[in-house]
């Protein structure tokens, strides 16, 4: 019995320092971070006493080479041509050993702080690089869904499933005095992660439907032009150049060229966008921007 409850005593303090050490593993950015800033502080500190004590080592050196160079000066004979070198090389090797030992302590602390901030800075890129490897590796997946989807229903179906198209009656006025069609509309949800409205959230955005459909036009031409002279555009400069706040994911996906569509398209003029006939036809000043990005570019720049 006391055997097994030593063992159980010993499971509970290794699965606690077991969960501690996973939460400082995981933390070990910020953790090295701080411990880098503040060293370089402590550094300072360091420095600046040892810069006090300077004095006194530069006052023992400058007195010991005065003495040796006196006692030279005066050729005596119990003071030779060799004893004044022996002194003098003892003088300066002790004046290096006596800096070293006082900005030692300085210069370790900056030595570990340098070490501190580099190890954050590598274990952030080795984070970075593996979310980017998993965030690429399920954009592929995705994309080889929607293409088996494509080749076994065809594109409208694959449009249908990925922005959740539901049908939906609008009143069409024509010469009889207007009829009822039934079109695909987006339903309660987004067509995508990316995706966002253009309304009166954005600096850009104006009362006039006209003036909206004329800009949404003009910056799509001009992120095509940005995509062919430059060969990549990030989704955060599209949200930019529309007055629109910026997002993590835009930080990394875009388009490249050469990796998919070769081409921007805000998914303005299409019928399957919430509203977008009623914005085409100028009856809605706002739109649903359903961007067609590549996906991850952040490492394929």
């Given amino acids: 019995m006391k055997l097994n409850g030593l063992k159980g005593i010993a499971?509970?303090?290794?699965?606690?320092?077991?969960?501690?050490?996973?939460?400082?593993?995981?933390?070990?950015?910020?953790?090295?971070l701080a411990a880098g800033?503040?060293?370089m502080?402590?550094?300072?500190?360091?420095?600046?006493?040892?810069?006090?004590?300077l004095d006194k080592v530069v006052s023992k050196y400058e007195e010991g080479v005065h003495t040796a160079k006196t006692l030279h000066e005066q050729h005596r004979d119990d003071y030779t041509d060799a004893d004044f070198?022996?002194?003098?090389?003892?003088?300066?090797?002790?004046?290096?050993?006596?800096?070293?030992?006082?900005?030692?302590?300085?210069?370790?602390?900056g030595l570990a702080s340098v070490a501190a901030l580099t190890s954050g800075h590598v274990v952030l890129n080795r984070r970075n690089t593996a979310v980017m490897a998993a965030y690429a590796a399920l954009q592929k997946g995705f994309s080889e869904y929607r293409r088996r989807v494509v080749d076994e229903h065809g594109v409208e179906k694959d449009q249908e499933y990925r922005l959740g198209l539901v049908d939906k009656d609008i009143y069409v006025d024509d010469?009889?005095?207007?009829?009822?069609?039934?079109?695909?509309?987006?339903?309660?949800?987004?067509a995508s992660i990316y995706s966002v409205f253009f309304d009166e959230r954005?600096?850009?955005?104006?009362?006039?439907?006209?003036?909206?459909?004329?800009?949404?036009?003009?910056?799509?031409?001009?992120?095509?032009?940005?995509?062919?002279?430059?060969?990549?555009?990030?989704?955060?400069e599209v949200y930019d150049a529309l007055g629109l706040?910026?997002?993590?994911?835009?930080?990394?996906?875009?388009?490249?060229?050469?990796?998919g569509d070769d081409f921007v398209d805000f998914g303005v003029f299409r019928g399957d966008t919430y509203m977008g006939q009623e914005f085409v036809n100028g009856n809605e000043r706002s739109v649903l921007l359903d961007f067609n990005v590549d996906g991850v570019i952040w490492d394929q720049i």
């Fill in 11 to 32: 499971n509970v303090l290794t699965s606690k320092v077991g969960r501690q050490l996973l939460v400082a593993q995981k933390h070990s950015p910020t953790i090295l």
């Fill in 37 to 39: 800033v503040v060293g």
């Fill in 41 to 53: 502080g402590a550094t300072i500190v360091l420095a600046s006493r040892a810069t006090l004590k």
């Fill in 85 to 109: 070198r022996k002194d003098m090389v003892v003088i300066h090797t002790q004046y290096i050993v006596s800096l070293a030992k006082l900005y030692a302590p300085a210069v370790a602390m």
């Fill in 175 to 190: 010469d009889e005095g207007g009829v009822v069609q039934t079109i695909k509309a987006l339903g309660e949800k987004k």
């Fill in 202 to 236: 954005s600096s850009s955005w104006s009362r006039s439907p006209g003036y909206n459909q004329i800009f949404l036009q003009a910056q799509q031409n001009y992120m095509n032009d940005l995509l062919n002279s430059r060969g990549h555009v990030f989704l955060n």
């Fill in 245 to 259: 706040p910026r997002t993590k994911p835009g930080a990394v996906v875009g388009w490249i060229k050469g990796k």
